[in-house]
């Protein structure tokens, strides 16, 4: 009766070591695949990715890479800035990345 438990215990085991073994590699694959996938967007969207900071109804506006869709409104008034940056406000500043926007947008913001 005993060895018959322990052969069942046994069996149990190992059955659940498989099982979690198998739960292991395909929650490793998932996480790979996911990992892959951001990185290939990740570089894809930094290749060709502009925005455009200007001026709309005298605020600080920021737009996508069409310069119609805006991205993100500012309270930034465009009379509040030095002249110099107002002047390229209005003429539209071509922007490379969103840390340089967030950049600007924290040093102009008050």
Known sequence: ???RYGIGFLVATLLVVL???????????RIQEEYEQEEKTRTQ???E????????EGYVIV???DE???????????DELPEKMQ????KGIKV?????IYGFLENYSS
Do not use: C, H, P, W
């Open 19 to 29: 099982i979690l073994s198998i739960a292991d590699r395909n929650s490793y694959s």
């Open 96 to 100: 490379d990345s969103l840390g340089q």
């Open 63 to 65: 737009y996508e890479e």
């Open 45 to 47: 969207g930094n290749v």
């Open 49 to 56: 990715t502009y925005y455009y900071i200007k001026e709309n």
């Open 68 to 78: 119609k869709t805006v991205y993100e409104y500012t309270s930034i008034r465009v």
């Open 1 to 3: 009766m005993r060895r």
């Open 87 to 90: 002047d390229a406000i209005k």
